[in-house]
């Protein structure tokens, strides 16, 4: 017999179950968990402590506080996902699929792109990380961020300066070394 908890919390005031509560936003919080700790088994690890987190404590969720229900979850994804980091536990690159209607050559440099913008991401400190992905790749805002990661609004900015300052770094020395190898294969030839 499968047990259903009601909480108090729908817009016309009745209950609703938290399955119905979380299910829209399982995709977005396995997302974030394994773009944080880059590891498969880990981010899933990450949103089912989450899920068992939020189901026991919903009671304390408040929407007159201004906080939606989907930042209030991912705060505690994002902070399941970060103690897994802190745990030191192996990472996996992640990739996106190739979009099949992109021409071929513009398709691979645009991998090419994403890649090493990826790979910048990966070699930040969680807390820079974490502020790209639930900046860029959730789309939350600023504030959502500062209240999910309880810090201030410009500590999010900062980070998300200080990361993208990071990711152009990165980019930049990679460009810098293609040269130098193209001019290195030309002066050999």
């Given amino acids: 017999m499968k047990e259903s908890r009601h909480f108090p919390i729908s817009k016309e005031g009745g209950s609703v179950d938290f399955e ?3 299910q829209p936003h399982l995709t977005s919080a396995f997302r974030v968990a394994f773009l944080i700790v880059h590891d498969y088994h880990l981010a899933q690890d990450a949103v089912q402590e989450a899920l068992w987190e939020a189901y026991q404590s919903l009671y304390r969720y408040d929407k007159r ?3 939606s229900f989907r930042a209030w979850f991912m ?3 994002t902070h399941r996902a970060l103690n897994m980091v802190r745990r030191k536990k192996k990472t996996e690159e992640y990739m996106d699929s ?3 209607g992109q021409n071929p050559l513009e398709s691979i440099l645009q991998k090419e792109k994403e890649q090493q913008i990826w790979r910048a991401i990966q070699l930040m400190t969680p807390k ?3 502020v790209v992905i639930l900046y860029y790749y959730e789309e939350f805002s600023i504030a959502e961020i500062a209240k999910i990661l ?3 609004e410009g500590t999010v900015k900062s980070r998300l300066h200080k990361a993208r300052k ?4 990165k980019i930049q020395v990679k460009k810098e070394t293609q040269v130098i190898t193209e001019i290195g ?3 050999h030839d």
């Avoid at 990071?166 to 770094?169: D, M, N, P, S």
Wanted: aromatic share 4%; net charge positive.
């Fill in 75 to 77: 705060k505690i994804v």
């Fill in 65 to 67: 506080k201004g906080t």
């Fill in 128 to 130: 820079h990380r974490s």
């Fill in 185 to 187: 294969v030309i002066m």
């Fill in 166 to 169: 990071l990711i152009a770094e």
């Fill in 20 to 22: 119905t509560l979380v």
């Fill in 98 to 100: 190739i979009d099949p």
């Fill in 150 to 152: 309880g810090v201030f």
